[in-house]
T-cell receptor, first 118, second 112 residues
Framework: DTEVTQTPKHLVMGMTNKKSLKCEQH?????MYWYKQKAKKPPELMFV???????INESVPSRFSPECPNSSLLNLHLHALQPEDSALYLC?????????????????FGDGTRLSIL | QKEVEQNSGPLSVPEGAIASLNCTYS??????FFWYRQYSGKSPELIMF????GDKEDGRFTAQLNKASQYVSLLIRDSQPSDSATYLC????????????FGQGTRLTINP
């Protein structure tokens, strides 16, 4: 178990459904991330939130919509997904992005949501 | 294109030996270097990070960084079967963005 909690652990949805993935951390981290990971590939960055503001969108299709309601929560809203969107979706968090150091603080990953699109 | 290169393996090491995992990166401005372990079907788990040239030790793990050669490595001493996993090298992208560039991962198998 990790300190970044993701729900649900598994999700099966049709291409016309709307669902949301949730991520929560209580480590006081101020940067949160969504990644997509396909089998035998490294994680691919989708979105970064820094101080609850979207700072990076890696040209992700609009059928994925992120939301950061507060510093502890991160959601990913899904709508009209395609079969190729089936993957492991990972949330991660890291400490204060501006804490006096060039470079990055370590990112800590949740257990992920395994998503299957029918 | 900023790249992180790892040998995809599989790397087979006998139990009790030292496993050596290597990673090179192209972005000279990178400042932060991370090693993640990922078991099959699980999420990546942070096992080491290093910011300065030289060695950093934590238990059976040692991370080594050489910024001049743009090279980072992970040594696992007294390898155990439970160390069998894919090891991902990740390097921060310079320029201030909170982005990591991941290598493709090295699959490590420890043989009893």
């Amino acid at each position: 178990d990790t300190e970044v909690t993701q729900t649900p652990k598994h999700l099966v949805m049709g291409m016309t459904n709307k669902k949301s993935l949730k991520c929560e951390q209580h480590m006081g981290h101020r940067a949160m991330y969504w990644y997509k990971q396909k089998a035998k590939k490294p994680p691919e960055l989708m979105f970064v939130y820094s101080y609850e503001k979207l700072s990076i969108n890696e040209s992700v299709p609009s059928r994925f919509s992120p939301e950061c309601p507060n510093s502890s929560l991160l959601n990913l809203h899904l709508h009209a997904l395609q079969p190729e969107d089936s993957a492991l979706y990972l949330c991660a968090s890291s400490q204060d992005p501006d804490r006096g150091r060039s470079g990055n603080q370590p990112q800590h990953f949740g257990d992920g949501t395994r998503l299957s699109i029918l | 294109q900023k790249e992180v290169e790892q040998n995809s393996g599989p790397l087979s090491v006998p139990e009790g030996a030292i496993a050596s995992l290597n990673c090179t990166y192209s972005d000279r401005g990178s400042q932060s270097f991370f090693w993640y372990r990922q078991y099959s079907g699980k999420s990546p788990e942070l096992i080491m990070f290093i910011y300065s040239n030289g060695d950093k030790e934590d238990g059976r793990f040692t991370a080594q960084l050489n910024k001049a050669s743009q090279y980072v490595s992970l040594l696992i001493r007294d390898s155990q079967p439970s160390d069998s996993a894919t090891y991902l090298c990740a390097v921060n992208e310079s320029g201030g963005a909170q982005k990591l560039v991941f290598g493709q991962g090295t699959r490590l198998t420890i043989n009893p």
